[in-house]
């Protein structure tokens, strides 16, 4: 007997009234073409506005659509988690609420599943309607990431991908606090392809990755798969001690064999400045790192859910 497969779409939601409707119209237009069995997973991350009763409303008209209600915002990553934990299908998209990732490139993305990759991630070629600053400082991060880093994590692509249930077990087993989950997307490995595509303007609303949430959001990228950050005070601690060497050599002559005893006041504020400055940023790293291992230990869950018991039935029944 041969099943049907089945698709879940993971869409994590923060503050989204005004797209849910349109983001809900176009995935379900492009599902039904698909014709197979899908649901639409929508992982409510504490919105404060109509965004959960939105989709409670949509659920009620339509068996396909079902919402994990977080009990307060948990953040981005650990929404798609939650998904990830929720999902019942063969294959599982992920993919934002606000259309920037078009859902008209999900059919192309199940073409490659079905050529036999695991995971499809979407690669931008173009970002429309972002801020430069904004396209500046991924294309930094990403780069730098990849210097700092040895997991092979793919240049500038999001979120959007599609990945295989075997992939998905798998990252259901990792169960680490702070999450970069392209990052583990990657480490977990497996057969991967990827689609171009280009990055639409935001449908509506406005971003809700605020400058501090986009460096929190680097920091963890870059704090759960690297200890280089913590070499750099090894590396600085030499520089430093060889230069301050040289240095302390040049003034011993200075004093042994000229006349022109340095008065030497300026120079050495200006290295007591530096040295602490230096400090202060490798105790910051230091912090970062301690701070991670501090989240693991308490051993909190990744996220509480306000619809527990509807959340877990609805898994049981599976894709509709
Ligand atoms: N999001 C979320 N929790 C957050 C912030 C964002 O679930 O704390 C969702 C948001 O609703 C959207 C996706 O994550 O579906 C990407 O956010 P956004 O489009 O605002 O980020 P940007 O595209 O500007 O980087
Ligand atoms: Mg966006």
């Known amino acids: 007997m041969t099943r049907n497969v089945c698709y879940s779409i993971i ?23 698909i014709g197979e069995p899908y649901e639409l997973l929508f992982v409510n991350d504490g919105s404060r506005d109509r ?14 659509v079902k ?6 915002n948990f953040g981005h990553q650990i929404a798609i988690t939650a998904g990830m934990d929720y999902a019942c299908g063969d294959a599982i998209v992920i993919i934002d609420a606000d259309l920037q990732d078009p859902p008209e490139l999900i059919p192309q993305m199940i073409d490659k599943w079905r050529e036999g990759y695991d995971i499809v991630y979407a690669q931008r070629s173009k970002r429309k309607g972002e801020t430069l600053f904004k396209k500046w400082t991924a294309a930094l991060f990403y780069r730098t990431l990849r210097v700092l880093t040895e997991v092979d994590i793919p240049l500038d692509t999001g979120d959007f991908r599609l990945i295989d249930r075997k992939v998905c077990d798998a990252m259901r087993s990792i169960r680490e606090k702070n999450r970069f989950v392209r990052g583990l ?28 949430k986009m460096l929190r959001f680097s920091m963890d990228g870059i704090t ?22 040289i240095y302390l050599m040049i003034s011993l002559g200075q004093r042994l064999f000229t006349n022109n005893t340095v008065a030497g006041w300026s ?25 991670r291992i501090y989240d693991e230990t308490k051993n ?13 039935s609805s898994k049981l029944k599976g894709v509709t």
Not at 300 to 312: F, G, S, V
Request: proline content about 3%; aromatic content about 12%.
């Open 224 to 245: 759960s798969f690297s200890y280089k950050p913590l070499k750099l005070a090894t590396y600085l601690g030499f520089i430093i001690s060889l230069a301050s060497f």
């Open 67 to 72: 919402l994990l209600d977080f009990s307060r």
């Open 185 to 212: 997307v990657s480490w977990v490995g497996f057969r991967s392809a990827a689609v171009e595509y280009v990055r639409e303007e935001r449908f509506a609303g406005e971003t809700k990755y605020p400058l501090k």
């Open 267 to 291: 120079s050495l504020i200006a290295c007591l400045l530096l040295l602490n400055g230096v400090i202060l940023i490798i105790l910051g790293i230091l912090g970062e790192y301690v701070g």
């Open 11 to 33: 869409i994590p939601v923060f503050n989204e009234e005004a797209v849910v409707h349109e983001t809900y119209r176009r995935l379900t237009r492009v599902m039904q073409v």
């Open 51 to 64: 965004t959960a009763e939105i989709i409670e409303g949509l659920a009620e008209s339509d068996n396909c």
């Open 300 to 312: 909190r869950p990744l996220y509480i859910l306000r619809n527990q018991e509807k959340a877990d």
